[in-house]
């Protein structure tokens, strides 16, 4: 059974930085890719960053700007996703996932073949 628990999650002032992790367990780690979505109230979950298999390959919705950095641990089966500048438009529920295909998943939510059950960001002073 493929799990994926995510940490880190909590209250940032504007401009602070938080850094999520997510552990992964019962797949083969290095043969996934590894992503976080996002989800605001009302809005769409959206495409954040992604990671290839090696840890080399990287991508970032749009709107990180240069913001957030996504790195693996192929040892520890950790994916985490540090976070600066953070902005109130940053507030969202942050979603960990898994999928076989690097490309695909940066396309979309059809790209995800396993999700966690996500950790909260509130970006409020």
């Known amino acids: 059974q493929v799990q994926l628990v995510e940490s880190g999650g909590g209250l940032v002032q504007p401009g602070g930085s938080l850094r999520l992790s997510c552990v992964a367990s019962?797949?083969?780690?290095?043969?996934?890719?590894m992503g976080w979505f996002r989800q605001a109230p009302g809005k769409e979950r959206e495409f954040v960053a992604a990671v290839g298999g090696q840890g080399i390959t990287t991508r970032y919705g749009d709107f990180v700007k240069g913001r957030f950095t996504i790195s693996r641990d192929n040892v520890k089966s950790i994916v985490h996703l540090q976070m600066n500048s953070l902005k109130t438009e940053d507030a969202a529920v942050y979603y960990c996932?898994?999928?076989?295909?690097?490309?695909?998943?940066?396309?979309?939510?059809?790209?995800?073949?396993?999700w966690g059950k996500g950790t909260l960001i509130t970006v409020s002073s």
């Open positions: 996932a898994a999928g076989r295909s690097f490309g695909t998943m940066t396309r979309g939510l059809s790209g995800v073949d396993y």
């Open positions: 019962g797949l083969t780690f290095r043969n996934h890719a």
